[in-house]
């Protein structure tokens, strides 16, 4: 069976340094069905830093500018490698919601593949990647946490993206450093909304593996809501490494369609042309 990797960073993320050539040679070498890359681009800092009056809440600006060398890039190195691998050029859109005109801008890239909507902050907040968990109570937790889902909601209402990203990940952080490890039942009708919202318009979730060999233990989201995905009507349903270097192209994808397989998925897909394709699991 080949696999797919659908998440995946390169020099043109600002937390990667992964050339972009070997990215795509590990591709090949690999034998995947269909690869994607998928550089950051933060719609709530679009524009240079001088555009923002608060800036204290942001680590990086002018994400305008890395997704227009992103794509450049990887729509020069589709001819390249034609008939050598199945080339997609995506992004990974954060904080689609903070800035829904920059998201339009980016969306509307006629060279774009695939679109995977992420919540990386929510509003007023910063990154969960740099909120310092054990100085919060656990009723602040489950308050950030409440936003985050009705975040992701509002963000499944969109319909800008093809497939919702990492859907846990704002649980990767407490866990991973703080052994903090709130119970998101209490969300899961909101989440199960979310869900509907993405089957009714033929949108999809992304099954993130990083969270396998990064220590969290598990995938983004888990198998419980993949499954409940499918429950709900759900049919698109992508698998992502999240790699920012080489070496961890396609790591776990195994699980990841193991985790496909037994939420009653047969079937996993890739985009192109912003149109799902699909492969037999």
Same mark, same amino acid.
């Given at each position: ?10 020099? *043109? ?13 590990? &591709? ?6 269909? @690869? ?10 679009? #524009?240079?830093? =001088?555009? @923002?009056? !608060? ?11 890395? *997704?227009?060398?992103?794509?450049? &890039? ?28 920059? &998201? ?5 890239? /006629? ?6 909507? +992420? ?22 937790? #489950?308050?950030?946490? /409440? ?31 703080? !052994? ?10 909101? %989440?199960?909304?979310?869900?509907? =919202? ?6 999809? %979730?992304? %099954? !993130?593996? +990083? ?8 995938? *983004?989201?888990?198998?419980? @809501?993949?499954?409940? *995905? ?10 992502? +490494? ?17 985790? &496909? ?15 799902? @394709?699909?492969?037999?699991?």
């Amino acid at each position: 069976m080949k696999y797919i990797d659908c998440h995946t960073h390169t020099q *043109f993320s600002m937390d990667s340094d992964a050339d972009i050539n070997a990215m795509i040679e590990r &591709a090949v070498e690999l034998d995947l069905a269909a @690869y994607a890359i998928t550089d950051h681009c933060e719609c709530s800092t679009w #524009y240079p830093e =001088e555009h @923002y009056q !608060n800036t204290e809440l942001f680590d990086h600006f002018n994400y305008a500018e890395d *997704f227009r060398r992103s794509v450049e &890039a990887v729509t020069a190195l589709k001819e390249k490698y034609s008939g050598k691998i199945n080339l997609i050029c995506g992004t990974e859109l954060g904080q689609i919601l903070h800035d829904t005109e920059a &998201a339009a801008i980016a969306a509307s890239d /006629e060279r774009l593949d695939f679109i995977i909507g +992420s919540v990386h902050q929510i509003v007023g907040e910063k990154d969960f990647y740099y909120i310092d968990y054990e100085k919060m109570s656990m009723d602040e937790i #489950y308050d950030l946490l /409440e936003r985050y889902f009705k975040e992701i909601y509002e963000l499944c209402r969109s319909g800008i993206p093809d497939v919702i990203g990492h859907l846990t990940y704002c649980l990767r952080y407490m866990k991973q450093r703080h !052994n903090i490890c709130p119970d998101i039942s209490r969300f899961d009708d909101i %989440i199960a909304e979310s869900f509907r =919202e993405l089957a009714a318009m033929d949108k999809g %979730i992304e %099954i !993130n593996t +990083s969270g396998i060999r990064q220590g969290f233990g598990d995938t *983004f989201p888990d198998l419980k @809501y993949v499954k409940m *995905f499918r429950d709900l009507g759900g049919k698109l349903v992508t698998i992502g +490494s999240d790699a920012h270097t080489v070496e961890d192209i396609a790591k776990n994808a195994d699980d990841g369609f193991a985790i &496909a397989r037994a939420a009653g998925f047969d079937r996993l897909c890739y985009f192109k042309n912003r149109k799902p @394709y699909f492969i037999e699991i």
